[in-house]
């Protein structure tokens, strides 16, 4: 019994294209936090939202706009895409939940890999995604502005690899026919929508990234 069970395990994490390096590279603090509203249910169509911190800020108000239309779930976690972790997580998601549509983000953590790394990981989650969910409408989320704290009408130094990355992130969705969602335009002219850290947002900033948001993806549910 105890080699089926490893059997089963080797052809999952094997079965899909994995975005990470053997040992990744770590933050002080890793955390993960997933959530499947109505997982008991499969009367709506089901939308994951997958990012980090920013998703899990807007993420209560794209459910609220979403409510009779749509059961929502998110991933919002510290983990880079090059992280074999985060491909291990998300598979258990994908795995256990059909989805119609997954807007999903990742830029703002994993400082300690360098952009072609974050090109060649980003490529390889969307693989990942066409392979596990190959019925999904995917939506590109960018990554949100970085600020200077002590001085928040300016952007922090980290905000030139904020841009690059959605560059590099950008022409990856746009070669393989993936909508995008410009949420780094939607707040960049607006230093007021922002929190006090120069990276999370206000009530004001969250309420205007989560009409955005839901109204792509109740697009996409339309369509």
Not at 68 to 94: H, M, Q, W
Not at 142 to 169: C, H, Q, Y
Not at 170 to 184: A, E, F, K, T
Request: hydrophobic share 40%.
């Amino acid at each position: 019994m105890r080699i089926i069970i490893t059997a089963v395990i080797v052809t999952l994490l094997t079965s899909v294209s994995v975005p990470g390096e053997e040992t990744p590279v770590l933050e002080r603090i890793e955390w993960s936090d997933i959530w499947i509203n109505n997982a008991d249910k499969d009367d709506l169509p089901r939308v994951l939202l997958v990012g980090d911190s920013i998703v899990k800020g807007y993420y209560n108000e794209v459910e609220k706009q979403l409510a009779g239309k749509a059961d929502c779930a998110r991933y919002a976690t510290s983990k880079f895409a090059g992280n074999p972790d985060y491909v291990t997580e998300l598979s258990i998601i994908l795995n256990r939940h059909t989805f119609d549509v997954i807007h999903f983000n990742n830029g703002l953590h994993g400082w300690g890999y360098t952009e072609e790394q974050y090109e060649r990981a980003l490529t390889d989650l969307l693989i990942m995604l066409k392979k596990l969910a190959p019925k999904a409408k995917l939506i590109w989320c960018m990554s949100t502005p970085v600020r200077d704290k002590n001085d928040l009408s300016k952007f922090g130094d980290r905000n030139g690899r904020v841009i690059e990355r959605n560059r590099i992130a950008v022409g990856i969705m746009r070669r393989n026919g993936v909508i995008i969602n410009d949420l780094y335009s939607l707040v960049s002219d607006h230093p007021e929508y922002q929190s006090q850290d120069g990276v999370h947002f206000n009530d004001t900033g969250k309420a205007a990234q989560a009409e955005q948001v839901a109204n792509m993806i109740e697009k996409q549910l339309s369509d």
